[in-house]
Nanobody, 124 residues
Framework: QVQLVESGGGLVQAGGSLRLSCAASERTFRAYTMGWFRQAPGKDREFVAVISWSYGSTYYADSVKGRFTISKDNAKNTVFLQMNRLKPEDTAVYYC?????????????????WGQGTQVTVSS
């Protein structure tokens, strides 16, 4: 059973930055692909970014491309989401997710494991 723990959320003004972290419990995590999703109040959960653990390939939602960067630290079994130039519409609960295999998937159903979420609030 893979456990994921997010951290790094908080309150920030528009234009500011935050870095989210997702620590994974599984030592064999190198075979997993990691994704970030978010859910704003009253909306469905949506894809944000994904990284292939083994190859480092990445893919982003159009709404965050050029502002957010997903990265990983293999030694710490941790994935990061650096969020720059934040906008009020980025306000949401952000979730880390994991799936076995190298494919970059953008749908919730593709992921087997989820963290508890961390709140990001961007004030205008």
């Amino acid at each position: 059973q893979v456990q994921l723990v997010e951290s790094g959320g908080g309150l920030v003004q528009a234009g500011g930055s935050l870095r989210l972290s997702c620590a994974a419990s599984e030592r064999t995590f190198r075979a997993y692909t990691m994704g970030w999703f978010r859910q704003a109040p009253g909306k469905d959960r949506e894809f944000v970014a994904v990284i292939s653990w083994s190859y480092g390939s990445t893919y982003y939602a159009d709404s965050v491309k050029g502002r957010f960067t997903i990265s990983k630290d293999n030694a710490k079994n941790t994935v990061f989401l650096q969020m720059n130039r934040l906008k009020p519409e980025d306000t949401a609960v952000y979730y880390c997710a994991a799936r076995a295999g190298p494919d970059l998937r953008v749908t919730e159903a593709s992921y087997n494991y989820w963290g508890q979420g961390t709140q990001v609030t961007v004030s205008s």
